[in-house]
């Protein structure tokens, strides 16, 4: 055993240890503009923390772009970001340089398509996009000027709305720099040369390094996720080398700093560009978000930290005393692709969505007669279909989401509202065909999203 090596090995432990520190500091102290310190708050930040722990270290230890593999980017125990809880979030590293081949087996998927799905069966996810992209994930380097144009680059995407798929619902998809002469299949590119690069930069090339992604449930009792498959054309076969003590304290430090940047990085979004706290220096035009109400509905951009390409985007804060609820009143002109609402915590993460109502979607909304979409957030149950739980938060996110493949134009948005009054006063303020729904109602729709969030993140 050689000392240098054991010197090396024991200096790197002890950096992540200091990153794991500065990373906890992120939750508690002042300047790192954490929620409000309430012993829930409190509680929740270390959770949050660890789930960053948890990605971490698969990303740190099993990243290698020659031997690609999926894993979840955020799930049931590393939520984050304002999660969407209707998705799979999925990401592989790559070599953008390479050629790399993708596969899966999609259920009944005639939906991708505008055509009814068989009357039973399982189906395909509602929704489905993989995205190729240049540039570290957002909020790893832990500091804001990461969103600057040309600092990120997405160089290819392709959605369920154009995926060939063969008569047995397998598909394939090519990602290269360049599509192969005579090639027709699923392609995603891998490269884009920047118009503007930024200052500094030393290429307007980028090739993409991780190919992400989405998979949407909308019927959660029958859709099923898409396993997926990845490999770089040419390395079939091959083994990586084996692990030595340089790489091995590399990923250790790799593996801190990839919990303390987004633990910083993301106060500081919520906070500055937000707005969540209020409005000051920083905070994005219109952008910010209001508290009982929504910002301007707006498209997925670096400068919001990215998201999925098609997705329309609103927020905002519910603030809600115990005797206190709000209506939101969402109205599509263009139908879009998926629609969903999720609540989330101050640090991000989504609200329960397997043991609570912490969302719903459009596929689970009853619309009203007008067109219009009532959703209810409350703390304590109304006994209509649409309620959103708030697990008791007094202060959390508001955030609906809009999927369009092909976007309409932006006088043809969605338009969302919400308006505060006393929990007492809510049916006054419902239509009076509103469904009323029992204890037992929502026991069985508990049941039911617990099992499909088992099964959607069933591993074995």
């Known amino acids: 055993m050689s000392d240098a090596a054991r010197e090396e090995l024991r200096a790197a432990f002890d950096d992540l240890i200091a990153e794991l520190q500065r990373a906890r500091d992120a939750i508690d102290r002042p300047e790192l503009m954490p929620p409000p310190p309430s012993d829930r708050n409190l509680a929740e930040g270390y959770r949050y923390l660890l789930g960053f722990l948890h990605s971490a270290i698969e990303r740190a230890c099993f990243d290698d772009p020659a ?128 118009r503007r690069p930024p200052k500094g930069s030393d290429s307007p090339d980028r090739f993409a390094n991780h190919v992400s992604g989405r998979q949407l449930f909308y019927d959660w009792d029958r859709e099923k996720a898409i396993h997926l498959e990845i490999e770089q054309i040419g390395r079939e076969g091959e083994q990586p080398a084996v692990l030595d003590p340089e790489t091995a304290a590399a990923q250790m430090r790799r593996c801190g700093a990839l919990v303390r940047g987004p633990m910083q990085f993301w106060n500081a979004f919520w906070t500055v560009l937000m707005g969540t706290y209020g409005e000051r220096p ?64 101050l640090w991000g ?63 043809q948005w969605p338009e969302i509202s919400a308006t505060k009054l006393p929990f007492a006063m809510l049916r006054d303020h419902l239509p009076k065909g509103t469904r009323h729904v029992t204890p037992d109602d929502r026991r069985d729709s508990i049941q039911r999203r617990q099992k499909h969030v088992q099964k959607r993140y069933r591993t074995f």
């Open 67 to 194: 031997f690609p593999s999926f894993r979840n980017a955020l799930s049931v125990v590393n939520r984050a970001t304002i999660d969407n809880a209707d998705a799979i979030y999925f990401f592989s590293p790559i070599d953008g340089r390479a050629t790399t081949r993708l596969r899966g087996r999609a259920h009944d998927h005639r939906h991708w398509r505008g055509e009814a799905p068989a009357d039973r069966g399982p189906k395909a996810p509602h929704y489905v996009i993989f995205e190729a992209t240049s540039g570290d994930m957002t909020g790893d380097t832990g500091d804001l000027r990461e969103l600057q144009p040309g600092v990120k680059a997405r160089t290819g995407a392709l959605d369920s709305s154009e995926i060939t798929v063969d008569a047995d619902g397998w598909f394939e998809i090519l990602l290269a720099p360049e599509k192969p002469v005579d090639y027709e299949g699923n392609f995603i590119s891998t490269h884009k040369r920047l």
């Open 282 to 345: 920083g905070t994005l035009p219109g952008l910010g978000f209001p508290r009982n109400a929504f910002n301007r509905i707006n498209a997925a951009s670096g400068a919001t930290g990215g998201g999925m390409s098609t997705n329309l985007y609103a927020g905002g804060v519910f603030e809600l005393e115990p005797d206190e609820a709000l209506i939101v009143e969402v109205r599509a002109r263009v139908m879009p692709v998926y629609f969903g609402f999720q609540l989330a915590n």
């Open 349 to 411: 993460e989504s609200v329960d969505y397997a043991n609570r109502l912490g969302s719903l979607n459009g596929w689970q909304c009853e619309v009203d007669p007008d067109g219009v979409t009532r959703l209810v957030i409350a703390h304590e149950d109304p006994g209509v279909a649409n309620w959103l739980d708030t697990s008791g938060l007094r202060e959390g996110f508001l955030t609906p989401r809009w999927a369009y493949s092909s976007p309409p134009p932006e006088d």
